[in-house]
């Protein structure tokens, strides 16, 4: 069982809430990488059971441009057997809060098996570490083995 978390972040929030999730992965016994989005090519999503993706919101509630790579690699893809989930951080002054986490949850829900959605205003606080924990018990369950 291998996962990954593909993620972008300009002034750090979104990847802490990486971090945290990666961290409750571990929790698991999924083996998690952690991927900047510099770091993404698209013919390793083969490579996972689990992406999750992380986005901050810009510009009206849009994807960051350098995450529209990953956007484009769910849809050209054949990732319908992988399970996703997305996550995001945002600011709710804005009209569209984390809008980007939207857009994703949609292309995600049509082309892979998605099962989780979270988002975190700004920086992650106390209140969200159980929200994280709840993310990855989600995305866990759907391989849970019961015995
Ligand atoms: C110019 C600008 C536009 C933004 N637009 C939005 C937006 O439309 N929706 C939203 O939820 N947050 C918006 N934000 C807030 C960021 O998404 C938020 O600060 C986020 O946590 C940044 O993530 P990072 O620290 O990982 O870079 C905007 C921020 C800036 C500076």
């Not at 993706?53 to 529209?68: A, C, I, K, Q, R």
């Not at 990953?70 to 849809?75: D, G, K, Q, S, W």
Request: hydrophobic share 35%.
């Amino acid at each position: 069982m291998k996962a990954a978390i593909i993620y972008s972040s300009v002034t750090g929030n979104t990847s802490t809430l990486a971090e945290i999730i990666c961290e409750n992965m571990s929790k698991y016994t999924i083996e998690t990488d952690l991927i900047p989005v510099d770091e993404f090519h698209p013919e390793q999503l083969h490579n996972y059971d689990i992406v999750t993706v992380g986005t901050y919101s810009w510009d009206n509630g849009e994807l960051p441009l350098e995450m529209e790579e990953v956007f484009e690699a769910f849809e050209d893809e054949e990732v319908k057997h992988i399970t996703t989930g997305i996550f995001g951080t945002g600011d709710s002054f804005y009209p569209y809060y984390c809008g980007a986490v939207d857009i994703f949850r949609d292309m995600l829900y049509v082309h892979t098996n998605l099962a989780v959605t979270l988002k975190v205003e700004l920086t992650p606080q106390e209140e969200d570490l159980h929200r994280c924990k709840k993310f990855c018990d989600r995305l866990a369950s759907e391989f849970a083995v019961v015995s």
